[in-house]
Nanobody, 123 residues
């Protein structure tokens, strides 16, 4: 079993930055692929970013590429999502997730999910 707890969401203005954190426990973090997903209001959940076990490989949705950065600190069992140049279209509940595979951009391959943190970007 893996527990995931997100933090760092909030209300910001367009152009601002936020850093989300996801603290994990219960599984060897260094052998867990991690991802961030988001669910905008009235829409389905979508992939945002993923990072491999060691952090050597990262993957991004086209909509956030160049603005968001995923990273991890295996010593702290934590994964981060740095979000820059936020727009109202980034408004969503952001969830982190853990997978037993090296990495994945596919939602169904994630085994464990956090409760999510709300990010609201005003224009």
């Amino acid at each position: 079993q893996v527990q995931l707890v997100e933090s760092g969401g909030g209300l910001v203005q367009a152009g601002d930055s936020l850093r989300l954190s996801c603290a994990t426990s219960g599984r060897t973090f260094s052998r867990t692929g991690m991802g961030w997903f988001r669910q905008p209001p009235g829409k389905e959940r979508e992939f945002v970013a993923a990072i491999s076990w060691s952090g050597a490989h990262t993957y991004y949705a086209d909509s956030v590429k160049g603005r968001f950065t995923i990273s991890r600190d295996n010593a702290k069992n934590t994964v981060y999502l740095q979000m820059n140049s936020l727009t109202p279209e980034d408004t969503a509940v952001y969830c982190c997730a853990a997978t037993r595979v090296l990495y994945s951009t596919v939602e169904r391959e994630y085994d464990y999910w956090g409760q999510g943190t709300q990010v609201t970007v005003s224009s």
